[in-house]
Nanobody, 124 residues
Framework: QVQVVESGGGLVQAGGSLRLSCTASGLTFDEYGLGWFRQAPGKEREGVSCISRSGGKIYYADSVKGRFTISRDNAKNTLYLQMNSLEPEDTAMYYC?????????????????WGQGTQVTVSS
């Protein structure tokens, strides 16, 4: 059974930083493309950043480019999202997801396995 678990969310002031982590079990980690998605109240879930199986291909949403960094450690079955210069607009539930395919496509409907999410709240 596949399990995806996020951690690292919290409350931070604008300009601060957080690092999200995601572990996945029940799958062969390096066979899966991975992504971070977020959903704010009243809005659709959107792709924030996605990474290919090897880490060689990465996508960032325009809204986070230059502020967020995605990375993965296949030896530890862990995905990370380093978030710097956080803004109130980054407030959302952040989800980790996995898809058994190559590439860094970052569309919600392409991903097969999802975690329960971790809340990120940025105060102004």
């Amino acid at each position: 059974q596949v399990q995806v678990v996020e951690s690292g969310g919290g409350l931070v002031q604008a300009g601060g930083s957080l690092r999200l982590s995601c572990t996945a079990s029940g799958l062969t980690f390096d066979e899966y493309g991975l992504g971070w998605f977020r959903q704010a109240p009243g809005k659709e879930r959107e792709g924030v950043s996605c990474i290919s199986r090897s880490g060689g291909k990465i996508y960032y949403a325009d809204s986070v480019k230059g502020r967020f960094t995605i990375s993965r450690d296949n030896a530890k079955n862990t995905l990370y999202l380093q978030m710097n210069s956080l803004e109130p607009e980054d407030t959302a539930m952040y989800y980790c997801a996995a898809r058994r395919a190559s590439g860094s496509w970052c569309y919600v409907n392409l991903y097969d396995y999802w975690g329960q999410g971790t809340q990120v709240t940025v105060s102004s």
